[in-house]
Every structure is written in structure tokens, then in C-alpha cells.
Nanobody, 121 residues
Framework: QVQLVESGGGLVQAGGSLRLSCTSSGLSFSSYTMGWFRQAPGKEREFVARISPSGAMEYYGNSVKGRFTISRDNAKNTVYLQMNALKPEDTAVYSC??????????????WGQGTQVTVSS
């Protein structure tokens, strides 16, 4: 049974930082492109970042570029999202995904349950 479990969410003031973690089990973690997505109330899910299976390549959504950093530790089956310079508009439920990227489209095969991030002004 595949599980992706996020942690590290919480309440932070604008300008602060948080580090999210997503630990997986039941899958060959190092074979997957891992992604982070977020969804705010009343809004569609938004792509945040993805990282290649080896960790060599990263890609970010425009709204987080330069502030967020995705990384992974394949020995620990864990992907991280370091979030700096947080803004109130970053408030959302953040979910990790395990999937694949074909050069055009990221396709998620598995999802975590999400962790709430709230940024106060």
C-alpha cells in the first residue's frame, strides 16, 4: 500500500519560513518525479514545484520561484519543500505527489493527504 505523508505545516507570520516534508512508503521512491501542489479555499489546485528522481532537476511555479526550494533524500524516501519569505497568498493546503514527467506534462500517480499552511499578515 502506497502512502505519502506530509508534515511541517502550521501558522507563520508573513516573511517567515516553513519546511514541509513528505515521507513515502510502499513505492520505489527513487523512481518517481516528486511534486508539491497547493490548493487554497475556493481556488483550483496549483503546481508549486517538482524534482526529478535523482534530484538533479528542479522546476518551480512562477508564484514561488526564488522563495521556495524543493529537495529530496532518496535514502529516507522523503521530499522536502523549504518555503521562505512567505506571503499571506501562500496560505493553502500543500500536498505532495509521486508521478512522472514526460517533458510536457507531470502526471501524479499517488497523492498525500495534505498539510495546512497559514500565513498571517
Amino acid at each position: 500500500q502506497v502512502q505519502l505523508v506530509e508534515s511541517g505545516g502550521g501558522l507563520v507570520q508573513a516573511g517567515g519560513s516553513l519546511r514541509l516534508s513528505c515521507t513515502s512508503s510502499g513505492l520505489s521512491f527513487s523512481s518517481y518525479t516528486m511534486g508539491w501542489f497547493r490548493q487554497a479555499p475556493g481556488k483550483e489546485r496549483e503546481f508549486v514545484a517538482r524534482i526529478s528522481p535523482s534530484g538533479a532537476m528542479e522546476y518551480y511555479g512562477n508564484s514561488v520561484k526564488g522563495r521556495f526550494t524543493i529537495s529530496r533524500d532518496n535514502a529516507k524516501n522523503t521530499v522536502y519543500l523549504q518555503m521562505n519569505a512567505l506571503k499571506p497568498e501562500d496560505t493553502a493546503v500543500y500536498s505532495c505527489a509521486a508521478g512522472s514527467y514526460n517533458g510536457l506534462v507531470y502526471r501524479a500517480n499517488y497523492w498525500g493527504q495534505g498539510t495546512q499552511v497559514t500565513v498571517s499578515s
